[in-house]
Antibody, heavy 123, light 110 residues
Framework: QVQLVESGGGVVQPGRSLRLSCAAS????????MHWVRQAPGKGLEWVAV????????YYADSVKGRFTISRDTSQNTVYLQMNSLRGEDTAVYYC????????????????WGQGSLVTVSS | QTVVTQEPSFSVSPGGTVTITCGLS?????????PTWYQQTPGQAPRTLIY???TRSSGVPDRFSGSILGNKAALTITGAQADDESDYYC??????????FGGGTKLTVL
């Protein structure tokens, strides 16, 4: 069965860095685009980033562009979110999500979500 | 700055019908935005209900349907049940790899 397991969250000071991981299993990882979506405490969902199935294309929300980097390692079946220059407004649960098909499209249609990883940015 | 708009809250009676909409601060929503709808209950990860305007995800009951109504995307729940009480989010694809979520609609069934 498909599983997405996020890890790497925690408490970090403003300006510091953190890397989230999303370990995937149960499907052909190299065939699917992967997204990160976040949710601040008590707030709505915010799309963060997407990476194409082969890692050749990456796109970011304006709020994280230039600070966050999405990547993937097919040998590890893992997608990452490197978060630099963290701010208080980056405090959120971060979800990774799997694209439902292999079409290569980027619209955010997912069939599986991870359970989320909480990142708290605080001094 | 593109803002995706949703009604903050809605209430529906059990067995009733409710339509939640998803609009743009400027312009009209069309199928070209590939409207997608999600359901989220407290403490849980979201679940995708509808994608590409009107295609139900696997396992989603047919009481959930998606459409374009006027200049907005719409999620209609027909025959609402108690366990439909959730937060509902839409997302629109802006092109160039970028997507934007709406602020969410809190649905109460009572």
């Amino acid at each position: 069965q498909v599983q997405l397991v996020e890890s790497g969250g925690g408490v970090v000071q403003p300006g510091r860095s953190l890397r989230l991981s999303c370990a995937a299993s149960g499907f052909t990882f190299s065939s699917y685009g992967m997204h990160w979506v976040r949710q601040a405490p008590g707030k709505g969902l915010e799309w963060v980033a997407v990476i194409s199935y082969d890692g050749s294309h990456k796109y970011y929300a304006d709020s994280v562009k230039g600070r966050f980097t999405i990547s993937r390692d097919t040998s590890q079946n893992t997608v990452y979110l490197q978060m630099n220059s963290l701010r208080g407004e980056d405090t959120a649960v971060y979800y990774c999500a799997k694209r439902f098909d292999e079409s290569g499209s980027y619209y955010p249609a997912f069939d599986y979500w991870g359970q989320g990883s909480l990142v708290t940015v605080s001094s | 700055q593109t803002v995706v708009t949703q009604e903050p809250s809605f209430s529906v009676s059990p067995g009733g019908t409710v339509t939640i909409t998803c609009g743009l601060s400027s312009g009209s929503v069309s199928t070209s935005y590939y409207p997608t709808w999600y359901q989220q209950t407290p403490g849980q990860a979201p679940r995708t209900l509808i994608y590409s305007t009107n295609t139900r995800s696997s396992g989603v009951p047919d009481r959930f349907s998606g459409s374009i109504l006027g200049n907005k995307a719409a999620l209609t729940i027909t025959g609402a049940q108690a366990d439909d009480e959730s937060d509902y989010y839409c997302a629109l694809y802006m092109g160039g790899g970028i997507s934007v979520f709406g602020g969410g609609t809190k649905l109460t069934v009572l």
